[in-house]
């Protein structure tokens, strides 16, 4: 078989490069190792920044968003008996973000190719990416029929996460990883109850972090820090919740609880691989990047590289690769602002193992001059709601 851009990985990175190049007239096969359903059903990220609501429509991918997407303005951060908002519209002359599931932008993604006739193979197995440093490199896999593609492709991209077959594919010595493991992990749940704040809530708490989201007017999605090391099996639903109840306690106010839908633990690192590019192999989102999602950055940074890779690839294709040669670059200045961006939120708001009074005091006095400078404000609204 031939194709213009093999796409490993039916993640956003993946579906929305094989949309974006299918609008410029390029050819793509994507292959992803789990079932339609599974990817549409993973729960991940939920918020959307202005930049990627504007991709997104400009796409023609935002029907559904513009429906049932919550704009928000601002977020509240709770900390020591207060909560305090942060009006982003304010700080930065009107940029908001919008709470749209990752699982919704995967489903609209999905439709959108299949109505389009694109190739999604769903259910591969052993995904192969060869011949990377000559003209013609090779993306092969077994079908779900059991059927074999051997693709020759003039270009792959490794959209394929953090455990993907495609940056390890690339030679000893091409990567360089700069990373963070962080102390603790996240819990998320997915709680069929409508959230008990109109704006999401970051919350700091002696016993540890606690994050208020949401999916709809009905649907809660919270989160809560937890040690790295333990299982969902030590969380019952009213463990959960009890936490929960402890880290949001405010004088006059109640979160409702209810059916917990979903649960899962996720670990919590910073992680950058550079380049993000070997000869025709050219890596996007969570294939080349990690970051903890305190800061609401994983999924616009995957739809950021790839509105980068798109036109990058029409030019190479074209025999003009002066934005693909830039490409790595380009993407790695956004990269490491919202890494920075991620930490710095990370370790403000999330109580370490073994913490003193003096990282207290520290964290404490950030998110005081935080909440209270508006240039302090201004920089958190700015990175928030994305460059
Ligand atoms: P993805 O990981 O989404 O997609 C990669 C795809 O490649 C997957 O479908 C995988 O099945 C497929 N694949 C892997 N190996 C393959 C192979 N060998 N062959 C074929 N296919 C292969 N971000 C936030 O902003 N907020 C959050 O709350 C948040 N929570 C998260 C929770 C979890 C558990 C995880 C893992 C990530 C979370 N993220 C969050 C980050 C997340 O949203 C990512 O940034 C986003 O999924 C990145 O999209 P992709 O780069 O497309 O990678
Ligand atoms: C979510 O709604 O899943 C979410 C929101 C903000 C974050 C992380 C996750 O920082």
Redesign the pocket.
């Known amino acids: 078989m031939r194709t213009q851009v093999g796409i490993?990985?039916?993640?956003?990175?993946?579906l929305l490069l094989s949309h974006l190049l299918a609008l410029r007239g390029i050819e793509s096969v994507v292959?992803?190792?789990?079932s339609r359903g599974h990817?549409e059903a993973r729960q991940?990220?939920?918020?959307l920044e202005d930049s990627s609501v504007r991709l997104l429509r400009e796409a023609g991918l935002a029907d559904r968003l513009d429906r049932l997407g919550l704009e928000h303005g601002g977020i509240y951060l709770q900390f020591a008996g207060q909560r305090r908002h942060l009006d982003f519209r304010d700080l930065t002359g009107g940029r908001t973000v919008t709470v749209y599931a990752?699982t919704e932008v995967v489903k609209d993604l999905i439709a959108k190719r299949l109505a389009a006739g694109g190739a999604v193979d769903f259910e591969?197995t052993g995904?192969v990416v060869d011949r990377l440093d000559t003209d013609r490199p090779v993306l092969s896999?077994t079908r779900a029929d059991g059927s074999t593609a051997q693709i020759v492709c003039d270009v792959i991209a490794g959209?394929?996460?953090?455990?993907?077959?495609c940056r390890p594919a690339m030679p000893d010595g091409v990567a360089t990883i700069r990373e963070r493991e962080y102390p603790y992990a996240w819990l998320?749940i997915l709680a069929d109850v409508p959230p008990s704040t109109d704006e999401l809530i970051y919350a700091y708490h002696s016993r540890g972090f606690a994050l208020h989201s949401m999916r709809s007017p009905t649907l809660s999605r919270l989160y809560l820090q937890v040690d790295p090391d333990t299982s969902i099996e030590n969380w019952p639903d009213e463990r959960i919740w009890d936490e929960l109840q402890q880290r949001f306690a405010l004088p006059g106010w109640d979160l409702r609880q209810g059916p917990v839908l979903d649960k899962?633990i996720?670990p919590m690192r910073s992680f950058v691989s550079t380049p993000m590019r070997y000869g025709r192999l050219f890596l996007?989102?969570?294939?080349a990047h990690i970051v903890p999602?305190t800061g609401?950055?994983?999924?616009?940074?995957?739809l950021a590289d790839v509105a980068v890779l798109a036109p990058a690839l029409d030019g190479l294709l074209r025999g003009d690769s002066r934005l693909a040669d830039e490409y790595s670059a380009t993407c790695l200045e956004r990269v490491w602002r919202a890494t920075h961006f991620s930490w710095w939120m990370t370790t403000m708001l999330h109580r370490s193992p073994g913490a003193d009074d003096m990282e207290t005091e520290l964290q404490l006095s950030q998110l005081r001059y935080v909440t209270t400078s508006r240039a302090a404000a201004t920089s958190l609204a700015e990175n928030y709601t994305g460059y």
């Open positions: 490993v990985g039916a993640g956003p990175a993946g292959a992803e190792v789990r990817c991940r990220a939920g918020v990752q591969v995904t896999y959209c394929d996460g953090f455990h993907g077959i998320g899962n996720t996007a989102g969570d294939a999602p609401a950055k994983g999924l616009n940074l995957a």
